[in-house]
């Protein structure tokens, strides 16, 4: 794994945060595939199983963490695992009060440039 690998796929992933963060649809484009989904086990213990362009709406339609005056504190990248020239696994947490996310990101490199094409979470609600 190279540093230029390892900077590419951050930038991504920095992308994708700053996306989440400020409420900007188009920065989540951007780092995620157009055919990437998010995947979870809701509450009642079935699988939530997100297209990339739902999770837009969604966005669009709530209050950005920015805008709420939250901070970016919880941000931390844990882990980048790279395998192979186009692959590559990231494991980070951040928040959107009042819930903490642990993400799992599986990054693809298409056409010369690194996206998230499946996105697997786990929420936890926040606590003082």
Known sequence: MSNAQINDI??????YLDGLFEGDTAKIRQSFHPASSLFAVAADGKLVNMP???????????ASPKASGMTREHERILSVDI???NTALVKLNC???PRFFTDYLS????DGRWVVI???FVAETLTA
Do not use: S
């Open 10 to 15: 951050l930038a991504t992933v920095q992308v």
């Open 52 to 62: 990339r362009e739902e999770w837009c709406k969604m966005i669009e339609g709530r």
């Open 83 to 85: 395998t192979g020239p």
């Open 95 to 97: 928040a959107i009060a």
């Open 107 to 110: 990054l693809i490199k298409l």
């Open 118 to 120: 499946n996105k697997t």
